[in-house]
């Protein structure tokens, strides 16, 4: 048995979602191993327990308080509809749920669907789905594994799927007909840890490598007389560091500047007569 005062983290057992997981805890500092088939592992340093599970089922346990906090997609949270606090939306396992039917049926919107019947993994957001658009009489069926291949064989008329790339509905001859929501990978919590303490210091430590995904670490020398225009470039979390070279013409500057906007921001401090512009990958950064 697993001692009831430790905390303790589901996340999934297998796939993309697992490893992406397994990352941002590792880069959140904690000390684990993954032994083979091994359903759990504890933390050396904090003692707290992984849990490994199936992705669909990491809601309930949250929200049963068998586990303090989970990893999960955000739409099998709305999907199993239970009381849960998201705490951090983690930025990886981004997909969609959509709508999908044969490239050559007769169907060009979700009213269409009327009467039909629908294969869905997601029934419930499936059925909330056809209900909000005011499609009647939707027969929606639960369908797991590959379910694209049942449009083929003419089970269903239309599914109801979790699309990443559109790779395998172009395989099986699917087009998406509509969306029903964009989903990503969530960091969910029951709201009564077993060790309220270490619950938040991992959640900050996690805003550590989020806020690290999101910014570089940007180093540039600029002519001192230009200053005011390249802090006006590079703002930064509160404020550059401004550091005296021995040239007194110069300045060296160190700044934390969003990734989404590097290549401008480079592109306009070169333009100003800044030179030896470095970019640093960071791995954790507490704002």
Same mark, same amino acid.
């Given at each position: 048995m697993i001692p009831d005062e430790r905390l303790r983290i589901a996340i999934p057992s297998k796939g993309r979602l697992r490893d992406s997981a397994l990352a941002t805890l590792e880069r959140a500092g904690l000390r684990f191993r993954v032994s083979g088939r091994r359903l759990f592992s504890v933390c050396?340093?904090?003692?707290? *327990? @992984?849990?490994?599970?199936?992705? &669909?089922?990491?809601?309930?346990?949250? &929200?049963?308080?068998?586990?303090?906090?989970?990893? =999960?997609?955000?739409?099998?949270?709305l999907e199993k509809g239970v009381d849960v606090v998201e705490h951090r939306r983690l930025g990886f396992g981004r997909c969609r749920?959509?709508?999908?039917?044969?490239?050559?049926?007769?169907? &060009?919107?979700?009213?269409?669907?009327?009467? *039909?019947?629908?294969?869905?993994?997601?029934?419930?957001?499936a059925r909330r789905y056809f209900e909000e658009h005011g499609v009647e009489d939707v027969h929606v069926i639960e369908l797991q594994g590959a379910v694209e291949?049942?449009?083929l064989l003419g089970l269903v008329d239309a599914i109801v799927e979790i699309v990443e790339t559109g790779n395998s509905l172009v395989e099986n001859d699917l087009v998406e007909l509509d969306r029903v929501l964009e989903a990503e990978a969530v960091l969910i919590g029951s709201g009564r840890p077993r060790d309220p303490e270490l619950a938040e210091q991992l959640l900050r430590r996690i805003d550590g490598v989020l806020a690290a995904a999101r910014y570089s670490l940007l180093e540039y020398n600029c002519p001192a007389a230009r200053i005011e225009e390249a802090v006006a470039i590079t703002?930064?979390?509160?404020?550059?560091?401004?550091?005296?070279?021995?040239?007194?013409?110069?300045?060296?500057?160190?700044?934390?500047?969003?990734?989404?906007? =590097?290549? *401008?921001? @480079?592109?306009?401090l070169e333009a100003i007569g800044c030179v030896a512009i470095l970019e640093t990958e960071?791995?954790?950064?507490r704002l």
């Amino acid at each position: 048995m697993i001692p009831d005062e430790r905390l303790r983290i589901a996340i999934p057992s297998k796939g993309r979602l697992r490893d992406s997981a397994l990352a941002t805890l590792e880069r959140a500092g904690l000390r684990f191993r993954v032994s083979g088939r091994r359903l759990f592992s504890v933390c050396s340093d904090t003692g707290l *327990r @992984i849990i490994f599970t199936n992705t &669909a089922d990491i809601p309930v346990l949250v &929200a049963e308080g068998v586990v303090d906090l989970g990893i =999960t997609g955000s739409d099998q949270v709305l999907e199993k509809g239970v009381d849960v606090v998201e705490h951090r939306r983690l930025g990886f396992g981004r997909c969609r749920l959509s709508v999908a039917v044969h490239k050559d049926a007769p169907f &060009a919107a979700a009213r269409d669907l009327a009467g *039909r019947v629908v294969g869905a993994k997601f029934v419930r957001l499936a059925r909330r789905y056809f209900e909000e658009h005011g499609v009647e009489d939707v027969h929606v069926i639960e369908l797991q594994g590959a379910v694209e291949v049942m449009v083929l064989l003419g089970l269903v008329d239309a599914i109801v799927e979790i699309v990443e790339t559109g790779n395998s509905l172009v395989e099986n001859d699917l087009v998406e007909l509509d969306r029903v929501l964009e989903a990503e990978a969530v960091l969910i919590g029951s709201g009564r840890p077993r060790d309220p303490e270490l619950a938040e210091q991992l959640l900050r430590r996690i805003d550590g490598v989020l806020a690290a995904a999101r910014y570089s670490l940007l180093e540039y020398n600029c002519p001192a007389a230009r200053i005011e225009e390249a802090v006006a470039i590079t703002p930064g979390f509160s404020s550059p560091t401004v550091a005296h070279l021995q040239d007194a013409d110069w300045l060296a500057v160190k700044v934390l500047v969003e990734k989404a906007s =590097t290549q *401008r921001v @480079i592109d306009a401090l070169e333009a100003i007569g800044c030179v030896a512009i470095l970019e640093t990958e960071l791995r954790h950064a507490r704002l």
